[in-house]
């Protein structure tokens, strides 16, 4: 390398090969991968980190939390062991919730690659896997009736399969072929990593990635700081009360901003509860970064320097930092209320850029039960985003994930997988909070059962008590409903179904932004021609129609 | 065709319009020659140019146009009213309840970081999304009946909001089109003046959202092509053309005007498809079953696919993106396409200092117009185009064969201002890096795109088309570890050459989900039938004669809940023996040709897909023929200085017809043709084949 220089160019066509290595070897693990949610819904992540752990670049497709939960989970495997205890063909396994994205469902792996016997680089990734044996469930009491957990260990040995760690996970796996099969996927993933990458380093010359990982984290690094360099110093704070289980639970966050350097702390948030619903704090600061980055600095790299100059900090024990044995299951439920709280304690100095809350955390529904017919069991979970928060520079997008990003699927192949029919799903008129830029539309989803066989419904639902705030004068947006034959239902409940049992499903609405009475007459006009909203309401919020 | 009046020679036409560039060739059937004419479009009245080219083309041979047999035409129309958003006020018919679902989307986010994000604006308001009483199941069955009785308040809305086309889309009409057929009888009775585009018709897919997306685009730009089409009809009659006219659908076949009409939508990637088509021919006069093309113009680059002598094609397809390139972005639209993606924004791309301090090309573009600095057209940021002549790639006198000369001083300008002072370097090497970087992206965008179809691009021959493809391309063919490139003639108008390559022929799709256990067989051979009735008339309208005909059937299968599906060939024979371990073993077999393995898991059926071909073209053979000894080892006439990395190397210039069959040279040399230059670095062989492409293998 020193023999020749790392000018702009050259270390701008090698930070994109890095770029494009990752995509490529990403694209190898998803066609190569076994299960529906990482082929088909990308719940996975690829990243490459240098010899020291630090993050360098992620794959596209990579969803936002486990980027953020996987530099940690890299250094609790260096911790376990140490760089002296790698050798070439290693792959390090384990799906522990505090060291990995939160709950035991996603397995993180960590590959390290050698350039001889010079340890260069790490490729780590990431995959959901729906079944992790156990019984997760909405009353689960203790993150031990969650299902296996895989400590941190070696499940390839220098290239060799470690038969006693697959044969643990075969024997605790209800689909054991799935599991195993994106396993081995990510494997061939990390072979192809290593050869490119080698082919890469022959090519420029380079026996050691340091010094392009030092350029990339360090230009990165100063555009972060930079960012937040232009936001004015001191400390600002938000908190709001969320639904909870049986009472309302509280998320306090104070944001401090400290020349180049930005801080964030979840004191004050409730204590962890006995509920599926905790957050650990490597999920917490995967959102608090996510956010910061969304909020401060959106079109830098997302590596190791864009991150160094933001920390994330939340009391051992609270909602967003619990301890074990704490169930996690459900942590989203707490984890996507961490955006919407570093949003809200800098609209006051951000209001050019600014977002109201949305119609988050992600709602979903599981339906499982038996076919009628000869088609046996079925299981299906189904998705639905409330209205995104208004924007700064315009309305809210009806329905729009934030901050989970997971799309919906079409009702006419829900149907063909579960014996229910579809009869709405359509905007909800009036839902959106008003403001300046109103709150983007929930939507309505009534289900109807048809089998005669019942169906089991398990949902885990937020946003019933306490609706997405507006901002800076903007109005709330509409709480959410669930509903059985016209009767409430609790919102993290399991329900049987009977044929001619109808649900409702009305996800909550977008905050506004900025007063309600700066709204231009046009927008209102259109939202009043397009049904967005009633005459009645449209008066109510604006004064006229 | 011709087969009544043998001794009449057989004239025909391909037309293709472009943003920039009418393109017409024509070719008498047997001939090896092609009479190529390029002018520029006409956006007012687009048939314009096309007559005035047509015209040309017949004054050049001196013949009258009573005596062309077929023109095949291709148009950019389709995705320019999209794209601009100048279609006609629409209206909107779906089951209760479900009006939202074309605004509602996929609720996913195209950029993850990027919080102002901008959803795509629905073709359709809502106040013109009505809903109708009606619902059909999953198994096709009607839940509850169709309420004709509200359609009058229905048609005096539409009639109210001013609304000169309707699209209708109900849940499940891929399996049952009943109620969607009875609405558009009712329509075409209320409303006579009013176009009517049904789901059913338009794309038999199952997907509410992105059928909702295709039947409304279509419905959407349907009165302004059926109005364009009928001006041309009736232009080309008062020509003298007697036959019909033939237009070029996304996936590259070509069938009659009065059966496109119906589907302006099928037409809306018209021009790169035949250019595609026009790849995979040249692929086989060179005897190249594997090609990637990569067309590389002023504005965009894209690639495409030839596996196996076919090129990949999809029925998934997005138009008029909100982010370029940005998957997700754009309007979903389900038709048959030819696969490409757009891997560059061309040589007009734009090069700056990006926030980190580095080089960054594109995505804008200067476009065509002002387009590159050395244009002088008013653009001072540095492009693709100024550094590949500050490289020495293009000459400023010789650029469009000397029709237009260059700016070396603004392009110098230019680069150095925006790049080199800001970056400390010299400007050569910031045109270096410019030319590096942009090759770069493309091939690391064209690799994706391989891997994301299972297939290895390094064993493909790359074919380079469009005016700044042959530039980039032993650059990007290097990058992507790509040994082998084949230079075409005639690839300045290759899309116009590819519509007289294409046969007459037409796809049709009907979704029938089931699992494979579960296949009733009665149900999927009657279904073929009735397809095979429709397209039958749909081809003969287009021509081609029965006997002419083949017939391809496949299905689209995966394993029980994946998200990709394969396409995998059947026969009508092996469902009416209800072989189900036949369909099995089929899709195991393409499954495994694909990814490398098959799993032991159930699978399920999608849709099943029908192609009906007529006579192919005897284009490829004529042209197969046209070897034309060369020098064995040409003398360049010129040289100039070019700058491959490390110094400007005095280069010498070829001009294209300098190679005759058999000639070799070795790079590093410049090949001029008017349309386009071909740079070729040291490390590659040149040799001329039996139907004039150049070849190019790599030698290091």
Same mark, same amino acid.
């Given at each position: 390398?020193?023999?020749?220089?790392?000018?702009?160019?050259?270390?701008?066509?090698?930070?994109?090969?890095?770029?494009?290595?990752?995509?490529?070897?990403?694209?190898?693990?998803?066609?190569?991968?076994?299960?529906?949610?990482?082929?088909?819904?990308?719940?996975?992540?690829?990243?490459?980190?240098?010899?020291?752990?630090?993050?360098?670049?992620?794959?596209?497709?990579?969803?936002?939390?486990?980027?953020?939960?996987?530099?940690?989970?890299?250094?609790?495997?260096?911790?376990?062991?140490?760089?002296?205890?790698?050798?070439?063909?290693?792959?390090?396994?384990?799906?522990?919730?505090?060291?990995?994205?939160?709950?035991?469902?996603?397995?993180?792996?960590?590959?390290?690659?050698?350039?001889?016997?010079?340890?260069?680089?790490?490729?780590?990734?990431?995959?959901?896997?729906?079944?992790?044996?156990?019984?997760?469930?909405?009353?689960?009491?203790?993150?031990?009736?969650?299902?296996?957990?895989?400590?941190?260990?070696?499940?390839?040995?220098?290239?060799?399969?470690?038969?006693?760690?697959?044969?643990?996970?075969?024997?605790?796996?209800?689909?054991?072929?799935?599991?195993?099969?994106?396993?081995?996927?990510?494997?061939?993933?990390?072979?192809?990593?290593?050869?490119?990458?080698?082919?890469?380093?022959?090519?420029?010359?380079?026996?050691?990635?340091?010094?392009?990982?030092?350029?990339?984290?360090?230009?990165?690094?100063?555009?972060?700081?930079?960012?937040?360099?232009?936001?004015?110093?001191?400390?600002?704070?938000?908190?709001?009360?969320?639904?909870?289980?049986?009472?309302?639970?509280?998320?306090?966050?104070?944001?401090?901003?400290?020349?180049?350097?930005?801080?964030?702390?979840?004191?004050?948030?409730?204590?962890?509860?006995?509920?599926?619903?905790?957050?650990?704090?490597?999920?917490?600061?995967?959102?608090?970064?996510?956010?910061?980055?969304?909020?401060?600095?959106?079109?830098?790299?997302?590596?190791?320097?864009?991150?160094?100059?933001?920390?994330?900090?939340?009391?051992?024990?609270?909602?967003?930092?619990?301890?074990?044995?704490?169930?996690?299951?459900?942590?989203?439920?707490?984890?996507?209320?961490?955006?919407?709280?570093?949003?809200?304690?800098?609209?006051?100095?951000?209001?050019?850029?600014?977002?109201?809350?949305?119609?988050?955390?992600?709602?979903?529904?599981?339906?499982?039960?038996?076919?009628?017919?000869?088609?046996?069991?079925?299981?299906?979970?189904?998705?639905?985003?409330?209205?995104?928060?208004?924007?700064?520079?315009?309305?809210?997008?009806?329905?729009?994930?934030?901050?989970?990003?997971?799309?919906?699927?079409?009702?006419?192949?829900?149907?063909?997988?579960?014996?229910?029919?579809?009869?709405?799903?359509?905007?909800?008129?009036?839902?959106?909070?008003?403001?300046?830029?109103?709150?983007?539309?929930?939507?309505?989803?009534?289900?109807?059962?048809?089998?005669?066989?019942?169906?089991?419904?398990?949902?885990?639902?937020?946003?019933?008590?306490?609706?997405?705030?507006?901002?800076?004068?903007?109005?709330?947006?509409?709480?959410?409903?669930?509903?059985?034959?016209?009767?409430?239902?609790?919102?993290?409940?399991?329900?049987?179904?009977?044929?001619?049992?109808?649900?409702?499903?009305?996800?909550?609405?977008?905050?506004?932004?900025?007063?309600?009475?700066?709204?231009?007459?046009?927008?209102?006009?259109?939202?009043?021609?397009?049904?967005?909203?009633?005459?009645?309401?449209?008066?109510?919020?604006?004064?006229?129609? | 065709?011709?087969?009544?009046?043998?001794?009449?020679?057989?004239?025909?036409?391909?037309?293709?319009?472009?943003?920039?560039?009418?393109?017409?060739?024509?070719?008498?059937?047997?001939?090896?020659?092609?009479?190529?004419?390029?002018?520029?479009?006409?956006?007012?009245?687009?048939?314009?140019?096309?007559?005035?080219?047509?015209?040309?083309?017949?004054?050049?041979?001196?013949?009258?146009?009573?005596?062309?047999?077929?023109?095949?035409?291709?148009?950019?129309?389709?995705?320019?009213?999209?794209?601009?958003?100048?279609?006609?006020?629409?209206?909107?018919?779906?089951?209760?309840?479900?009006?939202?679902?074309?605004?509602?989307?996929?609720?996913?986010?195209?950029?993850?970081?990027?919080?102002?994000?901008?959803?795509?604006?629905?073709?359709?308001?809502?106040?013109?999304?009505?809903?109708?009483?009606?619902?059909?199941?999953?198994?096709?069955?009607?839940?509850?009946?169709?309420?004709?009785?509200?359609?009058?308040?229905?048609?005096?809305?539409?009639?109210?909001?001013?609304?000169?086309?309707?699209?209708?889309?109900?849940?499940?009409?891929?399996?049952?089109?009943?109620?969607?057929?009875?609405?558009?009888?009712?329509?075409?009775?209320?409303?006579?003046?009013?176009?009517?585009?049904?789901?059913?018709?338009?794309?038999?897919?199952?997907?509410?959202?992105?059928?909702?997306?295709?039947?409304?685009?279509?419905?959407?730009?349907?009165?302004?092509?059926?109005?364009?089409?009928?001006?041309?009809?009736?232009?080309?009659?008062?020509?003298?053309?007697?036959?019909?006219?033939?237009?070029?659908?996304?996936?590259?076949?070509?069938?009659?005007?009065?059966?496109?009409?119906?589907?302006?939508?099928?037409?809306?990637?018209?021009?790169?498809?035949?250019?595609?088509?026009?790849?995979?021919?040249?692929?086989?006069?060179?005897?190249?079953?594997?090609?990637?093309?990569?067309?590389?113009?002023?504005?965009?680059?894209?690639?495409?696919?030839?596996?196996?002598?076919?090129?990949?094609?999809?029925?998934?397809?997005?138009?008029?993106?909100?982010?370029?390139?940005?998957?997700?972005?754009?309007?979903?639209?389900?038709?048959?396409?030819?696969?490409?993606?757009?891997?560059?924004?061309?040589?007009?791309?734009?090069?700056?200092?990006?926030?980190?301090?580095?080089?960054?090309?594109?995505?804008?573009?200067?476009?065509?117009?002002?387009?590159?600095?050395?244009?002088?057209?008013?653009?001072?940021?540095?492009?693709?185009?100024?550094?590949?002549?500050?490289?020495?790639?293009?000459?400023?006198?010789?650029?469009?064969?000397?029709?237009?000369?260059?700016?070396?001083?603004?392009?110098?300008?230019?680069?150095?201002?925006?790049?080199?002072?800001?970056?400390?370097?010299?400007?050569?090497?910031?045109?270096?890096?410019?030319?590096?970087?942009?090759?770069?992206?493309?091939?690391?965008?064209?690799?994706?795109?391989?891997?994301?179809?299972?297939?290895?691009?390094?064993?493909?021959?790359?074919?380079?088309?469009?005016?700044?493809?042959?530039?980039?391309?032993?650059?990007?063919?290097?990058?992507?570890?790509?040994?082998?490139?084949?230079?075409?003639?005639?690839?300045?108008?290759?899309?116009?050459?590819?519509?007289?390559?294409?046969?007459?022929?037409?796809?049709?799709?009907?979704?029938?989900?089931?699992?494979?256990?579960?296949?009733?067989?009665?149900?999927?051979?009657?279904?073929?039938?009735?397809?095979?009735?429709?397209?039958?008339?749909?081809? !003969?309208?287009?021509?081609?004669?029965?006997?002419? +005909? /083949?017939?391809?059937? #496949?299905?689209?299968?995966?394993? @029980? *809940? $994946?998200?990709?599906?394969?396409?995998?060939?059947?026969?009508?024979?092996?469902?009416?023996?209800?072989?189900?371990?036949?369909?099995?073993?089929?899709?195991?077999?393409?499954?495994?040709?694909?990814?490398?393995?098959?799993?032991?898991?159930? !699978?399920?059926?999608?849709?099943?897909?029908?192609? +009906? /071909?007529?006579?192919? #073209?005897?284009?490829?053979?004529? @042209? *197969? $023929?046209?070897?034309?000894?060369?020098?064995?080892?040409?003398?360049?006439?010129?040289?100039?200085?070019?700058?491959?990395?490390?110094?400007?190397?005095?280069?010498?210039?070829?001009?294209?017809?300098?190679?005759?069959?058999?000639?070799?040279?070795?790079?590093?040399?410049?090949?001029?043709?008017?349309?386009?230059?071909?740079?070729?670095?040291?490390?590659?062989? @040149?040799?001329?084949?039996?139907?004039?492409?150049?070849?190019?293998?790599?030698?290091?």
């Amino acid at each position: 390398m020193s023999e020749i220089e790392l000018n702009a160019v050259r270390l701008g066509l090698i930070w994109r090969r890095l770029d494009g290595i990752v995509d490529q070897v990403a694209e190898t693990f998803l066609r190569a991968a076994f299960s529906v949610v990482v082929r088909d819904n990308y719940d996975m992540a690829f990243s490459l980190f240098d010899a020291q752990g630090r993050q360098l670049t992620q794959s596209k497709r990579s969803i936002p939390s486990f980027l953020g939960t996987l530099p940690r989970t890299l250094a609790a495997v260096l911790e376990r062991f140490p760089r002296s205890q790698l050798a070439p063909g290693d792959v390090i396994i384990s799906n522990n919730a505090w060291i990995g994205t939160g709950h035991l469902n996603d397995i993180s792996m960590v590959h390290p690659i050698f350039r001889g016997d010079r340890l260069v680089a790490f490729a780590a990734s990431t995959a959901h896997t729906v079944d992790i044996g156990g019984a997760p469930s909405p009353s689960a009491r203790d993150c031990f009736e969650e299902g296996l957990c895989i400590p941190i260990c070696k499940i390839v040995v220098a290239g060799e399969d470690n038969a006693t760690v697959m044969d643990f996970l075969t024997e605790n796996l209800r689909q054991p072929g799935e599991t195993l099969g994106d396993i081995r996927a990510q494997f061939a993933a990390y072979r192809d990593c290593n050869a490119k990458l080698m082919a890469l380093m022959d090519e420029e010359s380079l026996h050691d990635l340091s010094p392009v990982a030092d350029e990339i984290i360090a230009r990165s690094e100063q555009s972060m700081r930079s960012a937040i360099a232009a936001l004015p110093d001191g400390e600002y704070g938000d908190g709001f009360d969320v639904d909870g289980v049986d009472y309302p639970l509280r998320i306090e966050c104070m944001v401090s901003i400290d020349g180049d350097q930005l801080t964030v702390d979840f004191a004050g948030t409730s204590g962890q509860v006995p509920w599926p619903i905790n957050s650990v704090l490597n999920y917490t600061q995967a959102y608090a970064r996510y956010a910061v980055k969304c909020l401060v600095d959106p079109d830098a790299p997302n590596n190791a320097g864009s991150l160094a100059p933001v920390h994330i900090t939340a009391p051992e024990g609270c909602l967003l930092n619990a301890v074990p044995p704490a169930p996690v299951w459900g942590r989203h439920l707490s984890g996507h209320y961490v955006p919407p709280a570093i949003f809200g304690a800098l609209a006051p100095i951000m209001q050019n850029n600014i977002v109201a809350e949305s119609g988050s955390p992600l709602w979903n529904v599981y339906f499982s039960g038996r076919h009628d017919d000869d088609r046996g069991n079925f299981v299906k979970m189904f998705f639905m985003n409330g209205g995104h928060g208004a924007r700064a520079n315009g309305d809210g997008p009806g329905c729009l994930s934030f901050p989970s990003n997971v799309s919906n699927q079409p009702i006419e192949a829900f149907e063909h997988q579960v014996p229910m029919l579809v009869r709405e799903k359509c905007f909800i008129a009036d839902s959106g909070g008003a403001g300046r830029f109103r709150g983007g539309n929930a939507q309505r989803l009534v289900f109807e059962a048809r089998a005669n066989n019942p169906i089991t419904m398990t949902i885990r639902h937020e946003r019933i008590h306490y609706p997405p705030r507006g901002l800076l004068g903007g109005k709330p947006g509409r709480a959410g409903i669930d509903q059985v034959n016209g009767q409430t239902i609790a919102a993290k409940s399991r329900t049987e179904l009977n044929k001619g049992d109808r649900v409702v499903f009305e996800t909550p609405g977008g905050g506004g932004l900025f007063a309600p009475s700066e709204r231009d007459g046009a927008s209102i006009r259109q939202d009043l021609e397009n049904g967005l909203t009633t005459p009645a309401a449209s008066r109510k919020s604006y004064g006229h129609e | 065709m011709g087969m009544n009046d043998a001794v009449k020679a057989d004239w025909r036409v391909g037309v293709d319009i472009g943003g920039t560039f009418t393109d017409v060739v024509l070719w008498r059937e047997g001939a090896d020659n092609l009479v190529q004419i390029k002018l520029l479009t006409t956006p007012a009245d687009p048939s314009r140019a096309v007559l005035d080219g047509i015209g040309q083309a017949l004054d050049q041979v001196g013949i009258a146009a009573q005596e062309l047999t077929s023109v095949v035409h291709g148009t950019t129309l389709v995705a320019n009213a999209l794209i601009e958003r100048k279609g006609v006020a629409t209206g909107l018919i779906t089951t209760r309840g479900f009006r939202d679902v074309l605004e509602i989307g996929r609720e996913w986010r195209y950029d993850l970081f990027n919080l102002d994000i901008v959803m795509p604006t629905p073709l359709v308001p809502r106040r013109r999304r009505l809903e109708i009483d009606e619902r059909i199941d999953a198994a096709g069955l009607v839940e509850t009946p169709l309420n004709l009785d509200q359609m009058p308040g229905l048609v005096e809305d539409f009639r109210a909001m001013g609304v000169r086309s309707v699209a209708v889309c109900l849940l499940h009409a891929y399996l049952n089109p009943g109620h969607e057929q009875a609405l558009g009888a009712m329509l075409a009775k209320t409303m006579p003046d009013v176009a009517v585009s049904l789901s059913s018709d338009v794309s038999a897919e199952m997907g509410e959202y992105e059928r909702t997306s295709t039947a409304v685009a279509n419905a959407y730009v349907h009165p302004i092509f059926r109005d364009y089409l009928e001006r041309l009809v009736a232009a080309l009659r008062e020509l003298g053309y007697q036959h019909e006219l033939l237009l070029v659908l996304s996936d590259g076949r070509s069938i009659a005007a009065d059966v496109a009409v119906k589907y302006p939508i099928r037409l809306v990637q018209s021009g790169p498809a035949a250019g595609a088509e026009a790849a995979r021919l040249f692929g086989e006069l060179a005897r190249q079953r594997d090609i990637l093309c990569f067309d590389m113009g002023g504005t965009t680059a894209k690639a495409c696919l030839i596996h196996d002598g076919e090129p990949e094609r999809t029925v998934n397809f997005e138009v008029a993106r909100e982010t370029r390139f940005a998957e997700g972005s754009g309007l979903p639209l389900l038709i048959p396409a030819i696969d490409m993606i757009e891997i560059g924004a061309g040589g007009g791309s734009i090069a700056r200092v990006d926030q980190r301090g580095l080089l960054q090309v594109g995505p804008d573009s200067a476009g065509a117009d002002p387009g590159p600095a050395c244009y002088g057209r008013g653009n001072q940021f540095p492009t693709v185009t100024d550094c590949d002549l500050l490289l020495g790639y293009l000459d400023e006198n010789s650029f469009l064969g000397g029709k237009m000369k260059l700016d070396r001083d603004a392009a110098a300008l230019a680069v150095r201002v925006h790049l080199a002072d800001p970056l400390g370097i010299k400007p050569i090497e910031a045109a270096w890096g410019v030319h590096e970087t942009v090759t770069a992206n493309m091939a690391q965008a064209a690799t994706i795109h391989a891997i994301e179809r299972g297939l290895d691009a390094t064993r493909f021959a790359m074919l380079p088309i469009g005016g700044a493809g042959p530039v980039h391309a032993c650059s990007m063919a290097q990058k992507m570890s790509i040994t082998r490139l084949i230079c075409p003639a005639g690839a300045g108008v290759a899309s116009a050459i590819g519509m007289l390559a294409a046969a007459k022929s037409f796809e049709i799709g009907r979704a029938a989900p089931s699992e494979l256990s579960l296949l009733d067989f009665t149900k999927a051979v009657e279904l073929l039938n009735d397809m095979t009735t429709e397209a039958a008339s749909l081809v !003969a309208s287009a021509g081609a004669e029965d006997d002419q +005909v /083949t017939r391809r059937f #496949s299905a689209m299968m995966r394993y @029980l *809940g $994946q998200g990709y599906e394969i396409e995998v060939p059947v026969t009508l024979e092996m469902l009416e023996h209800h072989d189900r371990d036949g369909l099995l073993a089929s899709f195991s077999e393409c499954y495994r040709d694909r990814y490398g393995r098959s799993e032991d898991m159930p !699978a399920e059926l999608l849709s099943w897909r029908l192609a +009906v /071909t007529g006579q192919r #073209s005897t284009l490829g053979d004529s @042209l *197969g $023929q046209r070897a034309a000894a060369g020098e064995a080892a040409p003398v360049s006439r010129t040289g100039r200085p070019v700058w491959f990395g490390e110094s400007f190397v005095e280069t010498p210039v070829f001009k294209r017809s300098d190679f005759g069959t058999g000639s070799t040279i070795h790079g590093p040399a410049i090949i001029e043709e008017n349309e386009s230059t071909l740079v070729l670095p040291a490390g590659f062989e @040149l040799s001329v084949d039996g139907a004039l492409n150049l070849i190019l293998d790599a030698t290091s």
